[in-house]
């Protein structure tokens, strides 16, 4: 099965080339296809703005994945106009940062609150097959299991497509997930959350592309 991963990120392109290690799946970027246009995404939640990058990419190819994160600060209120929310490379309506340019705004964000904020994201997903439209996204409860810290002293060591790993620790360890050997999740009811949560995904996104 070929299938189209509507991202130019390679961290992302990864992550589902792992969640789906063994199904027989053939994954395509859009720089393999040379692809360079981009829906305007205008939805109100990741999931909203994964479905509308789907059903875009959907004009170029029969089946297609794509996701959206929004970045929530708990030290913040969801009003906030510096609440990163579904703008994490366009804060504040700036243009597109790149990743140096991502961990230099929002180290210097961080130290405005204290240097250390709770931190986590919200994922929705959404799939074209043939013309039909499947979306999930996590539920609030896997979402706060997944907290973590970030700080405003970045790590030596970068995650291309992934900046902010440079930044943000595991809540419990203190390391950063950028960190040779670091777990992210390591106590027994996160693992167990993240692993139901990740069987949920990886369920879903093989009836969709059926």
Request: charged residues 30%; hydrophobic residues 30%; negative net charge.
């Amino acid at each position: 099965m070929k299938v189209l991963i509507g991202t130019t990120n390679p961290s992302k392109a990864k992550r589902f080339e792992e969640l789906l290690d063994g199904h027989g799946v053939e994954f395509y970027t859009l720089k393999d296809l040379g692809i360079e246009a981009e829906p305007e995404e205008k939805g109100k939640t990741p999931e909203e703005n994964a479905i509308i990058k789907a059903r875009f990419y959907g004009q170029y190819f029969e089946r297609v994945i794509c996701n959206d994160s929004g970045l929530y600060f708990d030290e913040l209120p969801m009003e906030d106009d510096r609440q990163p929310g579904l703008n994490i490379r366009t804060p504040g309506g700036c243009d597109r940062l790149e990743d140096e340019e991502m961990l230099t705004y929002y180290c210097k964000l961080i130290g405005t609150l204290g240097g250390k904020v709770l931190a986590y994201y919200l994922d929705g997903f959404a799939v074209y097959n043939q013309g039909k439209i499947s979306s999930y996204m996590e539920s609030d409860e896997a979402t706060r299991m997944s907290a973590f810290y970030m700080v405003d002293q970045p790590s030596a060591n970068r995650s291309p497509g992934w900046p902010l790993d440079s930044i943000s620790l595991n809540r419990n360890t203190l390391t950063y997930f950028v960190e040779k050997g670091n777990i992210k999740y390591d106590t027994e009811e996160e693992n167990v959350m993240i692993g139901e949560y990740r069987k949920h995904l990886v369920r879903f996104l093989e009836e969709a592309l059926l």
